[in-house]
């Protein structure tokens, strides 16, 4: 260790303060951060604290990335998710606080032998429906959805965490398969191919999920990362009750449905989903004594079952807290589990596929056990004075989207009803101003910015493009902007090759195909004829594949481009040294009599510059042919 990376440890472990969370112990540590116990110092209220490692701050735009993301969260306001209390940055450390959940997250118990029956299964795909929806009517899509992000709390209710997040660290949680972003166990089969996703993207991650809660274990196993993102594309998983006994044959047609490979035969939207959960308990005719908890839906009224954490007197295997012990580090307390809420996997709570841990938002922590201190209490000192560059911008609830609507009570004066009127018309003028552009609006607009085609022009309409084809993904327009899309990441491809040929590239290896692109490319820059075979053999190899989706397809289609360049260029190039070697060829003839060493001398040279390329063979041939009737042996 360094002496930056010594200082910058010490600093950590003196960390007393964050904004105006009191830190009251270290929770998990890993290569992308820290999380804190803490404790609101103006109102005693408990948060998990997430602060970055002081490098991220570094990367070039990540600020501005992670400010954007924050307000982006600002929006989920929904029972069912984790809420954001808000962000900052202190002494260059950017940090944010979220809801500290008083129970373990679903991974957790899966890990520790639980299995869930079809009820509570269903129960929880109502819930996620639900906080899905709420997200995708926002414009926002989760990319990460799997056990560890799935939250129990005491209470029975699950909560979802980690919303968005993942999306934070861009270029620096790429796989090795290419522009790939999430945990493979569950990630949707576009995703796995680095193709445009939407909300449906999260549904097959959801299918997911509901596999692994009956099953025990996610649909697809394999032994390294490259081996899952194929089986995500292309293979079938199981039926799930081969794995789980008891299950109703219209749930278990649910959850393959959701793992359809093609987005389009899985369910439109996350509310048709959630109705079709509800309508299956509502046709199985559930007693009252099945009915062991509560599920609240998005109007107050209880539905469902008991979802709380195992315990000995539930009916279901209890939580060995020497087991919870060995998972987490140190002994689990009464109200908060370690690690619960942070979407971690503790060290020895080994990963079903442990290449997949760099894909999430926080990679794997060590658990580093500390006292626990109390709440400041009423009389403690104030929180020490923040310097000018510190910063910390709180999510009140107020500011958060609203969820419920209040009731109008039955009788309400006319005053009443001229400013609830009023209310109404304001907030329909805001809604009018601020509502996202319709998909004409948004077409127009892609439209008017890419008139040139250029590629600037298209890296311009970027996030507008990304934009309609994650809202109207069905809209007949969106096939035009899907060839956009492979322009620009076309674009991206070549320039990270670029990138590499300089020795700047990054760590990740590359799949053979970019391999062989990368080193035909270097040799065109030498010798244009020798990349021109080299790109051939390649496209020969792979021309197979007619799709451009996926690093493979991608890799292929810019061999394809970079070949018929090489053609014209080595053609245009062949055509004048042909003309030359030509007239070098008939000044050696009229030597031959007067100078024929000389004449021999300019002879061989020919076949010494020119053996190797196709298009002078025939130059060769008569120099041979000269040399051939002077009778002399040392002929190449």
């Known amino acids: ?118 009820r509570e299964v269903t129960v929880i795909g109502i819930e996620m429906c639900r906080a899905l929806r709420h997200a995708h009517d926002r414009g926002i899509i989760h990319r990460d959805l799997k056990p560890a992000n799935l939250l129990l709390e005491r209470t029975g209710r699950v909560k979802l965490s980690d919303f968005g997040i993942a999306r934070l660290f861009g270029n620096t949680r790429l796989t090795a398969a290419g522009n790939v972003l999430g945990t493979v166990e569950y990630m949707a089969p576009e995703q796995a191919d680095a193709r445009p996703i939407g909300p449906r993207s999260d549904l097959y991650s959801l299918g997911g999920v509901l596999f692994a809660l009956l099953a025990g274990r996610p ?39 959701l793992l359809e490979k093609d987005p389009e035969k899985r369910p439109p939207n996350a509310m048709l989903l959630c109705r079709r959960f509800e309508a299956m308990l509502h046709a199985l005719s559930l007693s009252p004594e099945t009915r062991l ?11 469902g079952f008991d979802l709380a954490p195992s315990t000995a007197g539930s009916g279901r295997p209890a939580v060995d807290e020497s087991l919870v012990t060995r998972i987490t580090g140190e002994a689990s307390e009464p109200g908060v589990t370690e690690a619960h809420h942070l979407s971690l996997h503790p060290v020895g709570g080994a990963s079903p596929l442990p290449e997949t841990r760099a894909t999430a938002a926080f990679q794997a922590y060590e658990v580093a056990p500390r006292p626990i201190t109390s709440p400041p209490e009423p009389d403690s000192p104030p929180a020490p004075e923040q310097k000018p560059s510190d910063r910390f911008v709180a999510v009140a609830e107020e500011d958060l989207d609203r969820f419920e609507t209040e009731p109008v009570p039955a009788l309400i004066s006319l005053h009443t009803w001229i400013l609830a009127v009023s209310l109404v018309a304001v907030g329909l003028t805001v809604w009018y101003l601020l509502r996202p552009p319709s998909a004409d609006n948004l077409y127009e607009a892609i439209r008017a910015k890419t008139a040139d085609k250029s590629t600037d022009s298209l890296l311009e309409a970027d996030g507008d493009i990304q934009e309609f084809l994650t809202r109207f993904s069905s809209d007949p327009r969106s096939v035009t902007l899907r060839k956009y899309n492979q322009e620009i990441e076309l674009y991206r491809m070549e320039r990270a090759f670029e990138r590499r ?30 990349g021109l075979v080299k790109l051939r053999a390649l496209v020969d190899l792979y021309n197979h594949r007619t799709d451009i989706s996926g690093p493979t397809g991608k890799c292929l289609e810019l061999a394809r481009r970079r070949l018929s360049q090489l053609e014209g260029l080595v053609q245009q190039t062949s055509s004048d040294h042909l003309a030359m070697i030509e007239d070098r060829l008939d000044r050696a003839e009229q030597l031959r009599k007067s100078d024929p060493k000389r004449a021999r001398a300019m002879f061989l040279a020919v076949v010494e510059l020119y053996d190797q390329k196709p298009w002078a063979a025939e130059a060769v041939r008569r120099a041979r042919e000269a040399l051939a009737r002077d009778g002399k042996s040392d002929t190449p």
């Not at 040929?501 to 195909?513: A, D, H, N, Q, V």
């Open 501 to 530: 040929s300089k020795g700047i590239g990054g760590p990740e290896p590359l799949l053979p195909i970019e391999q062989a692109y990368q080193e035909a490319v270097n040799y065109a820059r030498i010798d244009p004829a020798q």
């Open 219 to 257: 649909p697809f196993k394999a032994r390294s990362i490259h081996e899952m993102l194929e089986l995500q594309r292309t293979a079938v998983p199981d039926r799930v009750s081969r794995h789980a006994a008891g299950v109703p044959n219209e749930l278990e047609a649910i959850i393959a449905q």
């Open 293 to 303: 908890g509560r599920l609240e839906d998005d109007t107050g009224a209880e539905t």
């Open 1 to 118: 260790m360094n002496d930056g990376q010594l200082a910058s440890e010490v600093a950590v472990m003196k960390l007393e303060q964050l904004g105006p969370y009191r830190i009251t112990r270290t929770l998990g540590r890993g290569g992308m951060g820290t999380v804190y116990e803490g404790v609101n110092v103006e109102t005693n209220e408990p948060a998990a604290i997430k602060s970055l490692a002081p490098g991220l701050a570094q990367e070039e735009d990540f600020r501005q990335r992670f400010e954007t993301e924050i307000e982006t969260l600002r929006k989920l306001r929904h029972p069912n998710i984790v809420r954001l209390f808000g962000f900052g940055e202190q002494d260059g450390q950017l940090y944010y606080a979220m809801e500290l959940i008083d129970g373990p997250s679903l991974e957790e118990e899966i890990k520790l032998g639980r299995r869930f029956n079809w």
